[in-house]
């Protein structure tokens, strides 16, 4: 009985270190592992998160003036300020209302035209190239240095009247001033500027019907 005793004592022995460094091995990877923290309150998850909020993307901020800065981003530094010119003619303060330099007209027309068709880009960009080219010819100046009588010699040539939309003039630059104009005019009108005008002084939104009469002299009775 006591041999048998022996042998069963004996054969423990060995499995004792392996169950000493088992121990020990559980024991590491316990402290390992992070503990769940409970939620910290209604509708939190842990570590007092609210439910989904470590899956909403955060985005950077920007200011509204920095947005609106007023610096030319598509056109060239000549082409935008034939464009601020050619504005300033075809718009100007009226009845009122402030005039297409007041709106912004122009940054907003280089933003559009710069997420426009190859087209467009390329009729807005010859187009006030030709303006400058016809100007230098003339004036020996660019078209945004000229004073109101020689701009309006350089434009008034190709202000033509176009009974349709799709009646477009064939020549390129008498395109651009047609379609530059109404665009101008409409940038304007939907203008926060021109609202806030309107709105002060008590007149409709519009100007009363200003947007069905354009300003230049061709319409004119």
């Known amino acids: 009985m006591k041999r048998r005793r022996f042998f069963k004592t004996l054969a423990a022995l060995p499995a ?5 460094a088992q121990a020990q091995s559980s024991a590491a990877q316990t402290a390992q592992t ?4 409970p939620p910290a309150g209604p509708g939190r998850g842990a570590a007092g998160a609210r439910f989904g909020e470590s899956n909403v993307p955060t985005f950077e901020e920007t200011s509204p003036e920095l947005v609106a800065a007023g610096e030319p981003r598509f056109f060239t530094a000549a082409q935008f300020s034939a464009l601020r010119r050619l504005s300033a003619l075809l718009m100007p303060p009226l009845s009122g209302n402030p005039g297409a330099l007041d709106c912004g007209a122009p940054e907003f027309l280089d ?28 004036f020996n100046k660019s078209f945004a240095d ?18 349709w939309v799709q009646d477009s003039p064939k020549d390129p630059t008498i395109q651009f001033v047609v379609e530059a104009h109404r665009d101008i005019r409409t940038a304007t009108q939907n203008s926060r500027e021109w609202a806030a005008a309107g709105a002060a002084s ?17 319409y004119r009775s």
Do not use: E, H, M
């Not at 008590?202 to 061709?218: A, S």
């Open 16 to 20: 004792a270190p392996a169950l000493i």
């Open 34 to 37: 992070p503990t769940a923290q």
């Open 202 to 218: 008590g007149r409709r939104r519009g100007g009363g019907g200003t947007y069905l009469n354009p300003i230049d002299p061709i």
């Open 146 to 163: 000229l004073n109101d009588s020689d701009a309006d010699a350089v434009v008034r040539p190709l202000l033509v009247p176009v009974a």
């Open 111 to 138: 933003f559009l035209i710069g997420a426009s068709l190859p087209d467009r880009q390329k009729l807005y960009r010859g187009g006030l190239d030709a303006l400058n080219a016809k100007s230098k010819k003339s």
